[in-house]
């Protein structure tokens, strides 16, 4: 596609239950990470994969958080047990990665609202 | 770690003055540097950046240089307008890691 897909846009679950959170990067990108971003916050760091090597998991908040990115492509991060507190909108990118010279790509997000 | 610090916001400026929005930051390595724009309703993007000492980004009258010295990243307008309300982000990228972004800073333009 032309950019980063996301999807849903909107999300809203009711406590406790599972949620997963899918992200379409731009074909070729061998780069992807996903940021949470709270209302009036800044970008807190989940996850990150480059290529074939072992993700960045060092983001992620809980052992509830677990992302996976399948073929290379298509991520999808799954946050079990929702709580309140995950409410958050979600946001994805990707980028080329030759080196350091690169731009993130970002997806509009997916906001979830935990009820 | 990589870490990036910008200057609290909000910041809300007149239209036509001058914008000064100051990022600094803590890097092992050589990093490439960013300033990403955030516009009400829509997705992040990159505005500028600089990947080595002295470089100077610029875009749609903004600019940012690269001071090793100072390890800052200060971004500049010389005259915003309304349509330059956003949130603003600094960013960095040393190769081989992931983006490491400040908290950004709210800036609001009032004709």
């Known amino acids: 596609g032309a950019g980063v897909s996301q999807s849903p846009s909107n999300k809203v679950t009711e406590k406790g239950k599972d949620v997963e959170l899918r992200c379409d990067p731009i074909?070729?990108?061998?780069?992807l990470y996903w940021y949470r971003q709270s209302l009036g916050q800044g970008l807190e760091f989940l996850i990150y994969?480059?290529?074939?090597?072992?993700?960045?998991k060092s983001g992620l908040p809980s052992d509830r958080f677990s992302a996976e990115r399948t073929g290379g492509s298509v991520s999808t991060l799954t946050i079990q047990r929702t709580q309140q507190e995950d409410s958050a909108v979600y946001l994805c990118?990707?980028?080329?990665?030759?080196?350091?010279?690169?731009?993130?790509?970002f997806g509009q997000g997916t906001r979830l609202t935990v009820v | 770690g990589d870490s990036v610090t910008q200057m609290e916001g909000p910041v809300t400026l007149s239209e036509e003055a001058f914008l000064t929005i100051n990022c600094t930051y803590t890097?092992?390595?050589?990093?490439?540097l960013f300033w990403y724009v955030q516009y009400p309703g829509e997705g992040l993007q990159l505005l500028l950046k600089?990947?080595?000492?002295?470089d100077k980004g610029s875009n749609k009258g903004f600019e940012a240089t690269y001071r090793k010295e100072t390890t800052s990243f200060h971004l500049e307008k010389g005259s915003v307008q309304v349509s330059d309300s956003a949130v603003y982000f600094c960013?960095?990228?040393?190769?081989?890691?992931?983006?490491?972004f400040g908290e950004g800073t709210q800036l609001t333009v009032n004709p």
């Open positions: 600089a990947t080595k000492a002295d």
């Open positions: 074909s070729g990108h061998t780069a």
């Open positions: 960013a960095l990228e040393t190769s081989g890691s992931r983006l490491t």
């Open positions: 990118a990707s980028s080329l990665r030759t080196g350091g010279d690169t731009e993130a790509f």
């Open positions: 994969f480059q290529g074939n090597s072992a993700p960045d």
């Open positions: 890097a092992t390595g050589y990093p490439s």
